[in-house]
């Protein structure tokens, strides 16, 4: 069983932390009193009243932890309440206005958290997905969880260069089946029509002019593995409908043939397509879209991750510039390359970055640290033209906030309240260095601290 901090806050009575660590112990769960956010630690809150004591502990340590908060208080969180604890980090919410028999349902969270991220660091993820930012970490989570929790469908969304394919094969690379089959890839925007049925199900000898033999199709060479629906968003609907049995009940007859044929496989999806937008603009049909998405992942583009543009381009170049292509040159790169790197955008994300990585080390010669010169003229940004900030993430953002139709009040306030929030990150929790990193006195962050006010 692995162990857990834990904190009590707000108003718990006098006696309940004994009671409940007794409780905790009976379950096997062995709890220390330091709070950590180091990635993969789990934390157990227990509070009292949700305030703002309760949220920036939440906010301080859930990004790296995993957090079960959990109510002792007499009155009903609102949902609103228990959303908030969510946002703010927790990963679940557990209600117990009098102290239950058992901590089973606590164990029983922290174990499976536990195995899900001890899963996100192993080598088997960890060497081909690079990533380290809580973003990232959070996505990982989610693929981890559809694959070795169920043998559901996986849609996986995300622009271009996200690394859905790569995704893909992990989640068939994790697949605990026993003699598993098969990754088999199936590119929708190369089917024709004609031939669709043959790609699929295979086809019979004689079955059209020109089949001259017989011939296995997708789903027959997923048996016990995956079938890969590459850029699905673009099946066009006549195919989408022709799949639906195949997909439902996994049986389908080769092109030619009066036999149902049985395969065993798990589908997984991927598309940069808005699917939704597709079915309410009656371009993608609904009910194809409820079987390939039992469960939903979605890639996140890099300026979403910018922590993982340093990871990433280290990750690559190890890859280019070790002579033996294994991970025994550890780039030194110099901080004005590390800074333009993470100051530039990447419209087409990970494989962006690996393109611009591909050029640097091919023009750096002579070994040692990698250098402003070994940047091309082509990929400089010309002095001026293109300031750190605002970039262009913060433009999108704002838009996005200002296309829901959020106020100008309401933008500004949150985006300080962010500010004050990423600053005592930096700093460590420390107010002073906090308040000189965003030019404010201390009195001025204090009351501005005190005026985010936790939710009723
Ligand atoms: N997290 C990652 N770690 C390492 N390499 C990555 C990561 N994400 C993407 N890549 C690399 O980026 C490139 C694009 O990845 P991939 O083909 O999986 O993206 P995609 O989302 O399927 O893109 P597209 O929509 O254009 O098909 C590949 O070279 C892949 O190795
Ligand atoms: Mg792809």
């Not at 920036?56 to 957090?67: C, F, S």
């Not at 609102?78 to 009098?98: C, F, K, M, Y």
């Not at 998405?293 to 991750?305: D, N, S, V």
């Not at 010309?382 to 959020?406: E, H, K, T, Y």
Request: hydrophobic share 40%.
């Amino acid at each position: 069983m692995p162990s857990a901090w834990i904190v009590f806050t707000g108003s718990c009575d006098a006696g309940l932390p004994e009671r409940c660590l007794a409780l905790l112990k009976r379950a096997g769960v062995s709890v220390s009193a330091a709070p950590s956010d180091e990635p993969g630690t789990l934390g157990v809150v227990v509070f009292g009243a949700c305030d703002e004591e309760l949220l920036t502990l939440l906010r301080r340590h859930g990004d790296g932890a995993m957090l079960l908060a959990i109510c002792v208080g007499a009155d009903p969180l609102s949902s609103a309440a228990q959303w908030t604890l969510i946002e703010s980090g927790a990963r679940d919410v557990l209600q117990w206005p009098a102290l239950p028999a058992t901590a089973d349902e606590i164990s029983a969270r922290l174990q499976h958290w536990f195995r899900v991220d001890a899963l996100v660091d192993s080598p088997a993820v960890a060497s081909c997905l690079v990533g380290t930012s809580p973003a990232w970490r959070r996505s990982m989570r989610s693929v981890i969880e559809a694959t070795v929790s169920t043998s559901s469908s996986v849609l996986i969304t995300g622009e271009s260069g996200t690394g859905k394919e790569l995704i893909a094969r992990l989640i068939h690379d994790l697949d605990p089946r026993r003699d598993k089959g098969e990754f088999v890839v199936v590119d929708c925007t190369t089917l024709s029509p004609e031939l669709s049925g043959s790609e699929f199900f295979g086809h019979e000898r004689g079955a059209f002019t020109g089949a001259v033999g017989a011939r296995e199709g997708a789903f027959a060479l997923a048996h016990k593995g995956t079938l890969f629906l590459d850029e699905v968003g673009e099946l066009p609907p006549e195919l989408q409908a022709r799949l639906l049995r195949a997909v439902q009940e996994r049986q389908y007859k080769r092109v030619g043939s009066n036999t149902w044929q049985r395969s065993d496989l798990r589908l997984v999806s991927a598309t940069h397509r808005d699917l939704e937008r597709g079915i309410a603009d009656g371009s993608f049909r609904a009910d194809f879209y409820y079987r390939i998405a039992g469960w939903q992942c979605r890639t996140l583009p890099l300026r979403e991750r910018k922590d993982d543009v340093l990871p990433l381009a280290r990750h690559f170049m190890r890859e280019l510039l070790s002579p033996t292509g294994g991970p025994d040159v550890e780039p030194t790169i110099d901080p004005a390359v590390c800074e333009f790197l993470v100051a530039r955008d990447y419209p087409g994300n990970v494989r962006d970055l690996r393109q611009l990585v591909t050029r640097i080390c091919h023009r750096h010669c002579g070994g040692g640290v990698i250098t402003v010169g070994d940047i091309a003229p082509e990929d400089r940004a010309v002095p001026g033209a293109s300031p750190l900030w605002p970039d262009n993430s913060f433009r999108a953002a704002i838009r996005a906030a200002v296309q829901l139709g959020i106020g100008m009040k309401d933008i500004s306030q949150r985006a300080t309240e962010l500010a004050v929030e990423m600053a005592l990150e930096c700093e460590g929790g420390n107010l002073q260095r906090a308040a000189a990193r965003l030019g404010v006195t201390d009195r001025a962050l204090q009351i501005r601290r005190a005026s985010q006010r936790a939710p009723a």
